[in-house]
């Protein structure tokens, strides 16, 4: 995994999908990313993380972002807070609730191969954050 930290934007998917979504117009890759996560049976590493930059995304439109959020990111979410989908943080909050269940989630595997204390506590973070 090519993870520099445990932060959710720490690694390359994530930061891969950044790019993405930098580039991308409206809410449909978002929703897309977490219908996928929600959909799959098993979510693999690149597809958690990205559904994870689409979570902190719809948080940051709810008006609670990450207090490290990507400049890129923080510019895309100014750009299209107002159409933010109705329920989509409900959406977003399920699918980081399912990347942390050891069974359906490759990245939640990798981790607990490493010291996963502070990857946890920045999803848990994330999922508070969505429910605010």
């Known amino acids: 995994m090519g993870a520099w930290g445990a932060g959710v934007f720490e690694n390359d998917d994530a930061m891969d999908f950044v790019f993405d ?15 996928e996560c929600l959909d799959e049976g ?12 689409a979570a902190e995304a719809v948080a940051a439109a709810m008006g609670h972002p990450l207090k490290d959020l990507p400049p890129e990111v923080a510019s895309w979410v100014a750009q299209h807070r107002e159409d933010l989908p109705a329920g989509l943080e409900e959406r977003a909050r399920e699918a980081v609730e399912r990347v942390l269940e050891d069974d359906e989630s490759e990245l939640r595997q990798l981790w607990a191969e490493e010291d996963d204390k502070a990857w946890i506590a920045s999803l848990d ?8």
Do not use: M, P
Request: charged content about 25%.
């Open 21 to 35: 979504l930098s580039e991308s117009d409206g809410w449909k890759l978002v929703r897309k990313t977490l219908r």
């Open 42 to 53: 098993y979510t693999d590493a690149a597809q958690a993380a990205c559904a994870l930059v």
């Open 125 to 132: 973070d994330l999922i508070n954050r969505l429910s605010q």
